[in-house]
């Protein structure tokens, strides 16, 4: 077999099994997995916030310039401006 290397990290092995071994270890390390673009997350709560960029969804709105916010933590940092 030719020299196969990790999508993910630099290992690099001759045997495609021993990557496949090697690479599950990635999958251990973030286990939350979208499901529209493959990314992983160590924690669901990465996940979930991340999932928001495949949505339209910008449901906080600043009073003052009408500026759509995906995450209320976003607007609240947007109000210091004003």
């Not at 997350?41 to 990465?46: L, N, T």
């Amino acid at each position: 077999e030719r020299a196969t290397v990790c999508q993910v990290g630099s290992q690099i092995s001759s045997q495609s099994s021993e990557l496949v071994v090697h690479e599950r270890l990635h999958d251990r390390k973030k286990p939350h997995r979208c499901l529209k673009c493959e990314k992983r997350f160590r924690q669901r709560s990465r996940l979930i916030r991340h999932q928001e960029i495949h949505t339209d969804e910008w449901p906080y709105e600043c009073v003052e310039c009408l500026k759509s916010f995906r995450h209320s933590c976003s607007l609240i940092q947007h109000w210091r401006i004003h």
